[in-house]
């Protein structure tokens, strides 16, 4: 099929062009990235040595366990319920490991901490409510798109004390439920989520195709992600696998409009609405809508759909092959 015979967006030289811009802007991150932004691996990697010499945490609430900074430590010198269970006794050691440096009480009273901050995530009636930072319109975890739709922020609301959108001319609030009608609302929707994640993934491992495996394990971390009651823009780095199937399956099976328009949304949020071409006001009125949240869910809707569509499609054609035969 020549060039003339295909859309546009099929063309070579529009897909040259999209590569192309694909590889300049991972090319400006890089640099941008490793030699003028400080990331968050030197902050592990200072808590990690604290851990080392028995002073894991400082006054305030805690965010991470001890069990996370003491994988961070490994980095300072610079069957498939058989497989379950060994992975949940792992986990429980590795849990209980850290007492060996900071002691049991130390270890538990972490512990406790950190329950006890959740618990006052959990029944804290305002949504955009963290506890141990302000509220910020960057958060784009699930907890923060509900605040941002369904209780509005005033402008006395703290959320605009690190940066004031509530004057800006393009700032649009929404609903103004009174409490406790969104924190319900969300709770209800996290439930409603498990049961359909249970469903889609209700399939015994042995009986699953490994497409569907890749499928399914890919969005698992993007919707823990999610369920964060904290989630920054880099913490999405865990879609790359969702995104990159997601690509390759458009790509073989040659989808149309829909999934292509899809995947043109997610890019578009994921790789232009951002603050290097945006610039810092407008990249933050942009965030306030959580469209970085929204286009990953549309990531895992996405994702999910193309795998179930083309395990559909395989089923009928074996079918029709047995048929015929």
């Known amino acids: 099929m020549s060039d003339t015979e295909v859309a546009w967006y099929r063309q070579r030289w529009t897909l040259r062009l999209l590569l192309l811009f694909l590889l300049l802007y991972l090319g400006q991150n890089a640099v941008t990235s490793m030699f003028f932004k400080v990331t968050d691996f030197e902050w592990h990697l200072d808590h990690a040595r604290a851990l080392l010499h028995e002073r894991p945490y400082e006054p305030g ?77 960057q958060n784009q975890s699930l907890r923060a798109l509900f605040a941002r739709y369904l209780q509005g922020f005033g402008p006395d609301h703290p959320i605009h004390a690190g940066h004031d959108l509530s004057r800006h001319p393009l700032f649009l609030q929404f609903l103004a439920l009174p409490t406790p009608w969104p924190a319900r609302l969300y709770q209800g929707a996290v439930l409603l989520l498990g049961l359909l994640f249970a469903w889609l ?28 009651p904290l989630a920054w823009l880099h913490h999405f780095a865990v879609a790359l696998p969702a995104l990159w199937l997601s690509l390759a399956l458009i790509v073989q099976r040659r989808e149309g409009r829909g999934a292509l328009l899809a995947a043109g949304c997610i890019a578009l949020v994921a790789f232009v609405l951002q603050r290097d071409l945006l610039q810092h006001e407008l990249s933050v009125l942009e965030l306030s809508y959580k469209l970085d949240a929204l286009a990953m869910m549309l990531l895992v809707a996405l994702t999910l759909w193309l795998e179930r569509r083309g395990g559909t499609a395989r089923s009928l054609a074996r079918s029709s092959g047995g048929n015929s035969t």
């Open 201 to 228: 993934f209700r399939a015994a491992w042995r009986r699953t195709p490994a497409s569907r495996l890749l499928a399914e394990w890919s969005v698992v971390p993007i919707v823990a992600t999610l369920l964060s």
């Open 61 to 137: 609430f805690v965010t991470y366990l001890p069990a996370r900074f003491l994988l961070d430590a490994l980095y300072l010198p610079l069957g498939a319920w058989a497989s379950a269970a060994w992975f949940a006794l792992f986990a429980i050691a590795w849990l209980l490991l850290p007492a060996l440096a900071v002691g049991w009480e130390a270890l538990l009273g972490a512990y406790r901490d950190w329950l006890a901050g959740l618990l006052r995530i959990a029944q804290h009636p305002d949504l955009s409510f963290l506890g141990f930072e302000p509220p910020r319109h």
